[in-house]
């Protein structure tokens, strides 16, 4: 069985998070952390060697005392990140400490997933090397201009909307990583992957798997936490475990 080790970017600013005392990860949905949520999708899979949850050097202190009671009982390896998405993606993938065959890095800041569309993506990678989810675009598509005003419409034929988690073999994106001379730019991996020549295979997209930005996001992820489907049955279950979407 491949191993994969998992990254959970959560050291962005959340400057578009509005009307909240903290950043977006560390908010509650529905009386659980949103980080939570995000991380228990990933521990307790057996496919899944390590997950490794990447904060900002300004709230490691407060992030290990406030959550210290979750991390006692969640095998997680806990980093520091960086100026950007990318170079704290980076700073994950340094800290990783396991034989893991892949790397999986999905934002800390999406927590409606249910293990099927995790299965998807991942065997996607096993198969052609690296896969992301791709969400088909639906909405006309215009490109406007410095003032405006519409300067074209866009064909959406093949257009998606990139979805974490974006998962490649493991020394294909180490090399990548090595390579790429503009990390501040980057915002996601597939972006990296492109630039050095690898092909990235795109599974279909889940229309629930938001990423929480704004104060609008986390009020539709409450209710989509209540509509992920569930399955039957018990499993792995600890004091901040949530039985409805094993």
């Known amino acids: 069985m491949a191993k994969f080790a998992v990254i959970l970017p959560a050291a962005g600013q959340s400057s578009r ?32 060697c390590q997950t490794i949850l990447v904060v900002a050097p300004d709230d490691l202190d407060w992030f290990r005392e406030q959550f210290q009671a979750n991390l006692a009982f969640m095998d997680i390896t806990v980093v520091s990140g960086g100026a950007s998405r990318a170079e704290s993606v980076r700073n994950g993938i340094t800290a990783i400490n396991t034989d893991a065959d892949y790397i ?25 090397g690296a896969a992301i989810p791709g969400l088909p675009v639906s909405s006309t598509v215009k490109k406007v201009s410095g003032d405006g005003t519409v300067e074209s419409t866009v064909d959406r034929t093949s257009l998606v909307l990139a979805q974490t988690p974006q998962v490649c073999r493991r020394s294909i994106l180490e090399k990548a990583f090595a390579a790429c001379r503009n990390l501040g730019r980057m915002t ?40 992920t489907p569930k399955s039957d049955g018990l499993k792995n279950l600890h004091p901040f475990a949530d039985e409805r979407f094993l």
């Open 17 to 48: 998070f509005a009307g909240f005392r903290r950043k977006k990860p560390f908010v509650e949905l529905k009386g659980r952390p949103v980080w939570v949520r995000t991380a228990d999708h990933f521990v307790h899979r057996p496919d899944v």
């Open 104 to 128: 999986a890095v999905h934002d800390a800041a999406r927590p409606v997933l249910v293990p099927k569309w995790i299965d998807e993506v991942f065997a996607a990678a096993v198969k052609h």
């Open 188 to 227: 996601d991996e597939s972006s990296i992957l492109e630039l050095a020549g690898q092909k990235v295979h795109v599974v279909d997209g889940w229309p629930m798997n938001i990423k929480i930005t704004t104060a609008e996001d986390f009020r539709m992820a409450e209710q989509f936490i209540n509509a």
